[in-house]
């Protein structure tokens, strides 16, 4: 499978618990994209990443989210202490250079449930 | 900042009828509009996509019909099958920037046999 992948696809947590998410996108691709899914709503942008910089950031991502890519390849969002709020699927995508036709290659996400 | 609005939230289709997704947007700055399709556990995947320099695109039986005055798109699924089932979302980006998304709030189509 050569398509963006996300672990762990389903975690539990309790209130105020760390969790990391890792995505691993497609090999080419130096752009990655964190988004954020509640029930019922469309993504909702996080952070983005070109190569292992990371060149903006929403006002959705609090100081308990930080997120990583490591020598541009694959990349963690970690969220410390987290809230009952924080519950949502978080998705990654990739996508090529820029000139393209702006594409973005979603992975299947990483489900969060606080307890 | 809601800047791509979406209706309807929900869609109810017979088979073989129109499914017809509409969406506005605020920024003009945005020039390429692509619309996803999700179906239950999988992520959003790129089903059909225009810029404002043309009014209409097809790709088999999706349509986007665009209109740049009125900052408004549109997504047209004939004959739509069960298998069309699925959420929609429209979407808007400024080439040339991060080629970041906004995404709308999403369609839930279910097309009944």
């Known amino acids: 499978d050569t398509g963006v992948s996300q672990d762990p696809r389903h975690k539990i947590t309790k209130r105020g618990q760390n969790v990391t998410f890792r995505c691993d996108p497609i090999?080419?691709?130096?752009?990655l994209y964190w988004y954020r899914q509640t029930l019922g709503q469309g993504p909702e942008f996080l952070t983005y990443?070109?190569?292992?910089?990371?060149?903006?950031k929403s006002r959705l991502l609090s100081d308990r989210f930080s997120a990583e890519r490591p020598k541009g390849s694959f990349s963690t969002l970690e969220i410390q202490r987290t809230e009952q709020g924080d519950s949502a699927m978080y998705l990654c995508?990739?996508?090529?250079?820029?000139?393209?036709?702006?594409?973005?290659?979603f992975g299947e996400g990483s489900r969060l449930t606080v307890l | 900042q809601q800047q791509v609005k979406q209706s309807p939230q929900s869609l109810i289709v017979q088979k073989g009828g129109i499914s017809i997704i509409n969406c506005a947007y605020e920024?003009?700055?945005?020039?390429?509009f692509p619309w996803y399709q999700q179906f239950p556990g999988k992520g959003p995947a790129l089903l059909i996509a225009?810029?404002?320099?043309?009014s209409e695109k097809k790709e088999g039986r999706f349509t986007i019909s665009f209109n740049k005055s009125a900052k408004q798109f549109s997504l047209h699924i004939m004959d739509s099958q069960p298998g069309d089932s699925a959420t929609y979302f429209c979407?808007?980006?400024?080439?040339?920037?991060?080629?970041?998304?906004?995404f709308g709030a999403g369609t839930r189509l279910a097309v009944h046999p």
């Open positions: 990443f070109q190569n292992e910089a990371q060149l903006e």
């Open positions: 225009i810029r404002p320099d043309v």
């Open positions: 920024n003009t700055a945005f020039d390429y």
């Open positions: 995508a990739s996508s090529q250079r820029l000139g393209s036709a702006g594409e973005l290659f």
């Open positions: 090999s080419e691709h130096n752009r």
């Open positions: 979407a808007a980006l400024r080439i040339g920037g991060y080629n970041k998304l906004i």
